[in-house]
């Protein structure tokens, strides 16, 4: 039992005493103690009890490893693709200058709003 629980059972014997005595004054001031006191032990205890449960916490953890995997997997996908497409841009630019064919077709973008899209649903837990 915590402190201010305690304090609130000795005030509240005092207000009984009191009250059993015929001090109303007395009781009602003991009364109001025990009252503030047990006010005061449920505010801790309610601080102290955890937001979420140890499996609740595990599960949003699970859940957040699973996004930042997402997350880092479509951030690989964007940067392989800037780096092809870094390398056709060269590619091209060289056969220009050098008047030849253009190389074979464009990589496909990968920050197209479907690619944002697929970052949004991951945000969301969507995806």
Same mark, same amino acid.
């Given at each position: 039992m915590s402190n201010e629980l305690q304090h609130a059972c000795h005030a509240l014997k005092r207000s009984e005493r009191a009250a059993r005595a015929g001090d109303l004054k007395? *009781? %009602?001031?003991?009364?109001? @103690?025990?009252?503030?006191? /047990?006010?005061? /032990? *449920?505010?801790?205890?309610?601080?102290? %009890?955890?937001? @979420?449960? *140890?499996e609740e916490e595990a599960a949003l953890r699970a859940e957040l490893r699973a996004?930042? =995997?997402?997350?880092?997997? *479509?951030?690989?996908?964007?940067?392989q693709w800037e780096q092809d497409y870094a390398a056709w841009q060269v590619a091209a630019r060289e056969a220009e200058a050098r008047r030849d064919p253009a190389p074979p077709e464009?990589?496909?973008? =990968?920050?197209?709003?479907?690619a944002e899209a697929r970052l949004t649903r991951i945000a969301k837990g969507e995806a």
């Amino acid at each position: 039992m915590s402190n201010e629980l305690q304090h609130a059972c000795h005030a509240l014997k005092r207000s009984e005493r009191a009250a059993r005595a015929g001090d109303l004054k007395q *009781a %009602e001031r003991w009364a109001k @103690v025990a009252e503030q006191q /047990a006010a005061a /032990a *449920a505010q801790i205890r309610a601080a102290e %009890e955890p937001y @979420v449960s *140890a499996e609740e916490e595990a599960a949003l953890r699970a859940e957040l490893r699973a996004r930042i =995997a997402s997350f880092a997997e *479509a951030d690989a996908e964007i940067v392989q693709w800037e780096q092809d497409y870094a390398a056709w841009q060269v590619a091209a630019r060289e056969a220009e200058a050098r008047r030849d064919p253009a190389p074979p077709e464009t990589p496909l973008p =990968a920050c197209t709003l479907e690619a944002e899209a697929r970052l949004t649903r991951i945000a969301k837990g969507e995806a």
